[in-house]
């Protein structure tokens, strides 16, 4: 799936693309992964502290995955999810580590995306 998203981050997304369930979309000017229609992953790259990857979880699951993943701490200004900056040392190694826990569909990651709020006037009541 050629990506419409300008981010130099979506090659974390490669690992996805031969999963038929797998759909890019743009979210806080990122781009996001979903599987099995849940929101899985954030790759960002706007900047601190929008710049390495958001992982969707809960907050209930972060002390599992940060025992595995040391690196990931609860991003700064999303606390729900965790991060890793793409500056750290650490990386690349989470980025697959992470890729492969989407891929095995380990429960720890991935989370229900909110409906969208419908924009646009109000209808108002015909008198």
Partial sequence: MPS???????????AFERDST??????????????????????ADRGE????LLVCTSKERHAALIAEMP???PHPVLGKW?????????????????????MTRDERVGVEPKPRKRRGKLALPKT
């Fill in 4 to 14: 419409s998203i300008r981010n130099s981050l979506v090659w974390i997304f490669d």
């Fill in 22 to 43: 797998f759909v890019q979309k743009q979210m806080f000017g990122c781009a996001a992964a979903y599987i099995d229609g849940l929101l899985c992953l954030i790759a």
């Fill in 49 to 52: 502290p929008w710049n390495g």
């Fill in 71 to 73: 690196a990931l701490r």
């Fill in 82 to 102: 965790l991060y890793i900056s793409q500056s750290d040392p650490a990386f690349e190694i989470v980025v697959e580590q992470m890729t492969t826990l989407v």
